[in-house]
T-cell receptor, first 114, second 114 residues
Framework: GAVVSQHPSRVICKSGTSVKIECRSL??????MFWYRQFPKQSLMLMAT?????????EQGVEKDKFLINHASLTLSTLTVTSAHPEDSSFYIC??????????FGSGTRLTVV | AQSVSQHNHHVILSEAASLELGCNYS??????LFWYVQYPGQHLQLLLK??????LVKGIKGFEAEFIKSKFSFNLRKPSVQWSDTAEYFC????????????FGKGTTLSVSS
């Protein structure tokens, strides 16, 4: 079946630094990738939708300059949290969409900003 | 605006009890519906999905859901829960257009006591 690999699974960074999270579809090509954020005991909130080779579409209230998304190929999307602050601490989840497999989720990245 | 609502925030049951979790959606056009489960410390796992056809959908682990178009509902059911069903359950929806994101409900925490 389809597998989406997300790295790192956990990261701790200092306030003011940037963190990059990778999302790879391992055995299929993803036409579209999505990035979600999940606060403890809450739902997944869609942050942005990205298609290969084009600019990401951000949801209302999501700062595009803070959460940089790059979708360089059909198998890789990255989310960079720039100038991270403690309020950015959260669980970030990517999802890849394909005609064959539908939606496949990564295992998530726990970001802690100290 | 597209939205998914889950009525039950926290459900507590004893083993062997029957389960029904409510989900309502608000979507323009044709909608695809999903139920996901998230066990503690794990990533999302698809329980079942409805695209078209028979409105009663059977999924994994003995779960089923019924799509009732007139009520805009897609409730999840299980005749007899087990302790291992303790988890977070998310209802989600998307349009049937390729490349559209899943929109999640707020989730329901199910606690099953043995």
């Amino acid at each position: 079946g389809a597998v989406v690999s997300q790295h790192p699974s956990r990261v701790i960074c200092k306030s003011g630094t940037s963190v990059k999270i990778e999302c790879r579809s391992l055995d299929f090509q993803a036409t579209t990738m999505f990035w979600y954020r999940q606060f403890p005991k809450q739902s997944l909130m869609l942050m942005a939708t990205s298609n290969e080779g084009s600019k990401a579409t951000y949801e209302q209230g999501v700062e595009k300059d803070k959460f940089l998304i790059n979708h360089a190929s059909l198998t890789l999307s990255t989310l960079t949290v720039t100038s991270a602050h403690p309020e950015d601490s959260s669980f970030y989840i990517c999802s890849a969409s394909s005609q064959t497999y539908g939606y496949t989720f990564g295992s998530g990245t726990r970001l802690t900003v100290v | 605006a597209q939205s998914v609502s889950q009525h039950n925030h926290h459900v507590i049951l004893s083993e062997a009890a029957s389960l029904e979790l409510g989900c309502n959606y608000s979507y323009g056009g044709t909608v695809n519906l999903f139920w996901y489960v998230q066990y503690p410390g794990q990533h999302l796992q698809l329980l079942l999905k409805y695209f078209s056809g028979d409105p009663l959908v059977k999924g994994i682990k003995g779960f089923e859901a019924e799509f009732i178009k007139s009520k805009f509902s897609f409730n999840l059911r299980k005749p007899s829960v087990q302790w291992s069903d303790t988890a977070e359950y998310f209802c989600a929806a998307s349009s049937n257009q390729a490349g559209t994101a899943l929109i999640f409900g707020k989730g329901t925490t199910l606690s099953v006591s043995s």
